[in-house]
């Protein structure tokens, strides 16, 4: 019998800096019982879905911006969810800002079973934007002053029949990310975004966001032969406009559902997990055909670097082999 899992995206439009967590969590609710009815088996909600995108303003010293934070998972106000979850019967994914006990922030996200509890949490690997007030920008992307790198990477869990991971927005730009799971197996990447329109270093790069979007996702997908579901908390959100597009792709790489709107907005897609077998064990038999030996830069901790400075005899050892072979 074929694995098959029914995925609902439950994208979110604008959350606005008064918006109560018990407010955001209202609509929450609303789109799980949505999903729910149309079948879904697992609800995934956008990177930091509980308060507006709080990086675009610098608040110094750190400790004044606590309050966007939760220091547990779940708390009064996200527990509705969980019961919800175990009410029904359905998981979700959820992104959330984490200060934990010992005053490490993490841009995190949580994968909820069907029993309401907490099967897996991740924490971004990759954060964006930069460190300190720029003044000269429009509006800020602070996720460097607000969050600490995970140290942890990728993992791959065993979720409702199927191999699930879990990333977080900037993340699914970078091949790595899709390849540390591909070669755990996984069969569905679960992510959540916030993608301001305006990039303030490079406005050419504007008017390409949402293809930049389709093509990291749709790439990732086929060549890990994986699902992908991503879903955006999108539109004006205190004056800065981000990106909607929520997609659910498939092992192939082709977009089988995506929003229509950048509002709050459910997008559902019935996921044949076995479908995933078709790429893995053919054009993409990692084992068969990857070949890891050549391509040990990736693994250099300074980023190739070294292989770089090292360019020209390396050069010159390539022309004296021609020159053998001649
Ligand atoms: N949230 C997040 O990671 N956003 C980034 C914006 C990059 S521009 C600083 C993204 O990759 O979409």
Not at 92 to 105: M, V
Not at 303 to 321: D, F, Q
């Amino acid at each position: 019998m074929s694995r098959s899992l029914v995925v609902a995206s439950a994208q979110m439009g604008p959350v606005a800096t008064h918006e109560t967590r018990a407010a955001v969590v209202e609509r929450l609710l609303a789109m799980f019982a949505h999903a729910a009815d149309r079948g879904a088996d697992l609800v995934v909600f956008p990177e930091l879905a509980l308060t507006t995108f709080f990086p675009r303003w610098w608040q110094e010293p750190l400790a004044a911006a606590d309050h966007w934070y939760e220091t547990e998972m779940p708390g009064p106000d996200t527990k509705p969810l969980f019961d919800e979850a175990a009410r029904r019967r359905v998981g979700f994914y959820l992104g959330y800002a984490e200060l934990t006990p010992q005053g490490h922030r993490y841009n995190t996200s949580v994968l909820v079973d069907r029993q309401g509890l907490i099967a897996a949490k991740y924490r971004k690997v990759h954060i964006p934007g930069h460190e300190a007030n720029e003044p000269w920008r429009p509006f800020q992307h602070l996720e460097r002053y607000y969050f600490e790198a995970s140290p942890d990477g990728f993992a791959v869990h065993e979720y409702l029949d199927a191999r699930v991971g879990m990333m977080i927005c900037n993340d699914r730009r970078w091949p790595e990310t899709y390849r540390v799971m591909g070669l755990q197996g996984v069969e569905m990447i679960l992510c959540g975004y916030n993608t301001p329109i305006h990039y303030a270093p490079d406005p050419s790069q504007d008017v390409l966001a949402g293809f930049h979007n389709q093509l990291v996702l749709q790439a990732g997908a086929y060549q890990n032969g994986t699902w992908v579901v991503a879903t955006a908390k999108g539109g004006i959100e205190e004056g800065v406009d981000s990106l909607a597009q929520s997609s659910i792709i498939a092992p192939s790489g082709q977009v089988v559902a995506q929003a229509i709107t950048n509002a709050d907005e459910v997008i559902v897609a019935e996921c044949d997990i076995d479908w995933c077998a078709r790429y893995k064990q053919t054009l993409f038999d990692f084992d068969r055909y990857r070949r890891p030996e050549c391509y040990s830069i990736l693994t250099d901790a300074d980023n190739g670097k070294s292989s770089r400075a090292a360019g020209p005899a390396a050069t010159s050892e390539r022309h004296i082999e021609e020159g053998e072979r001649q």
